[in-house]
């Protein structure tokens, strides 16, 4: 079983700062993409940002300049730097993770999908 857990979520205000973590843990043998997602109220659930195993990264517009994505490969963690944070970025911010596991001696292998319980953030005005 694979476990994503969150934490730095919180209070901030406007034009603040808030760094995300996800550790993602259990039997894997290789974390492809990672990302995060965020859902607000009365809204649905959107990408923020996600980085690819390459290290590729993707942002949804909003947050371009403000937030930055990173991992740590090494620690199975990827992070989100939140910066000039505004209102509107108030929200559950879900980690997500496509993780591959080697199920046979002929290395085949199966991709799941794979999601944190979410942190709350909430920034005043």
């Known amino acids: 079983q694979v476990t994503l857990v969150e934490s730095g979520g919180g209070l901030a205000q406007a034009g603040g700062s808030l760094r995300l973590s996800c550790v993602a843990s259990?039997?894997?043998?290789?974390?492809?993409?990672m990302g995060w997602y965020r859902q607000g109220p009365g809204k649905e659930r959107e990408l923020v940002a996600v980085?690819?195993?390459?290290?590729?990264?993707n942002y949804v517009d909003s947050v371009k300049g403000r937030f930055t994505i990173s991992r740590d490969n090494v620690k199975n963690t990827v992070y989100l730097q939140m910066n000039s944070l505004k209102p509107e970025d108030t929200a559950v911010y879900y980690c997500?993770?496509?993780?591959?596991?080697?199920?046979?001696?002929?290395?085949?292998?199966?991709?799941?999908?794979?999601w944190g319980e979410g942190t709350l953030v909430t920034v005043s005005s």
């Open positions: 259990g039997r894997f043998d290789r974390i492809n993409r």
């Open positions: 997500n993770a496509e993780i591959q596991r080697v199920v046979n001696v002929e290395g085949a292998t199966v991709r799941r999908e794979y």
């Open positions: 980085v690819g195993s390459g290290g590729s990264l």
